[in-house]
C-alpha cells in the first residue's frame, strides 16, 4: 500500500498569510496526487489534481507543486473560507489520503 | 450540474451488514470515463477510500475491505449502492458516494454518518 503523510497536523494563520502544508508518499507516484479541502461538517472538495492543475472554478490563491514523493500546497492570501483540513490524495495505485491539515485562526 | 445523495439507514447492528444508496442526478452512471466511488470517514478522523465502480460494472475494492463490500449499479434508478457485511464498531464513520475522473473525486455527496452498535 502506498501510504501519505501530511505536514503539519495543525497550522495557525492569519487572514492574508501565505501557507504551505506538504504531502509526501510512501514511494513514487509520479504527479498522480491531488489536494482536497473540507470545511467543518461538509464534504471535501476537489482543488487540484495531476499535483499542479487548478480544478475549474477554484480561486487562483491554491497553487500545487511537486513529483515523485514530495508535493506542496500553497495557498496565498488565507482567506475566511480557507480556515478548514486539506487533504492529500494519491491515485497512482488505487486512492490513499493523507492525514489532514487543520488550518486554524 | 451532477449531484449525488447517499442514503440507508443511520444505525446497524454489530454483524449485520450494511447497505447504502447513493442517487445521482444531472448525470448518468453509465457513462464512460467515470468512477463512481464510496469514501468513508471515522469520527474526527481521515478519509478512506473503500471501493468503486466503474461505467460499465466493474469494480474495485480497497484491498482492506476486500470480502466486505460490494458495490453494485441500479441503472434504472441512476444509483450505485455498497453492501458491507459483518460490521463491527469500526466501521462506524460518515459515508460519502462521489463522481471520480481518472480516481479525482469531483463530485461528492453530502455524506451520511452510519453507526454501528446494538
Request: hydrophobic residues 30%; aromatic residues 12%.
Amino acid at each position: 500500500d502506498i501510504q501519505m503523510t501530511q505536514s503539519p497536523s495543525t497550522l495557525s494563520a492569519a487572514l492574508g498569510d501565505r501557507v504551505s502544508i506538504t504531502c509526501r508518499a510512501s514511494q513514487n507516484i509520479g504527479n498522480w496526487l491531488a489536494w482536497y479541502r473540507q470545511k467543518s461538517g461538509k464534504a471535501p472538495q476537489l482543488l487540484i489534481y495531476a499535483a499542479s492543475t487548478l480544478e475549474n472554478g477554484v480561486p487562483s490563491r491554491f497553487t500545487g507543486s511537486g513529483s515523485g514523493t514530495e508535493f506542496t500546497l500553497t495557498i496565498n492570501s488565507l482567506q475566511p473560507d480557507d480556515f478548514a483540513t486539506y487533504y492529500c490524495q494519491q491515485y497512482n495505485t488505487y486512492l490513499t489520503f493523507g492525514g489532514g491539515t487543520r488550518v486554524d485562526i | 450540474q451532477v449531484q449525488l445523495q447517499e442514503s440507508g439507514p443511520g444505525l446497524v447492528k454489530p454483524s449485520e451488514t450494511l447497505s447504502l444508496t447513493c442517487t445521482v442526478s444531472g448525470g448518468s452512471i453509465s457513462s464512460g470515463d467515470y468512477y463512481w466511488t464510496w469514501i468513508r470517514q471515522h469520527p474526527e478522523k481521515g478519509l478512506e477510500w473503500l471501493g468503486y465502480m466503474y461505467y460499465n460494472g466493474n469494480t474495485f475494492y480497497s484491498p482492506s475491505l476486500r470480502g466486505r463490500l460490494f458495490i453494485s449499479p441500479d441503472r434504472p434508478n441512476n444509483q450505485f449502492s455498497l453492501r458491507l457485511s459483518s460490521v463491527t464498531a469500526a466501521d462506524t464513520a460518515v459515508y460519502f458516494c462521489g463522481r471520480a475522473r481518472r480516481n479525482v473525486v469531483d463530485h461528492w455527496g453530502q455524506g451520511t454518518r452510519v453507526t454501528v452498535s446494538s
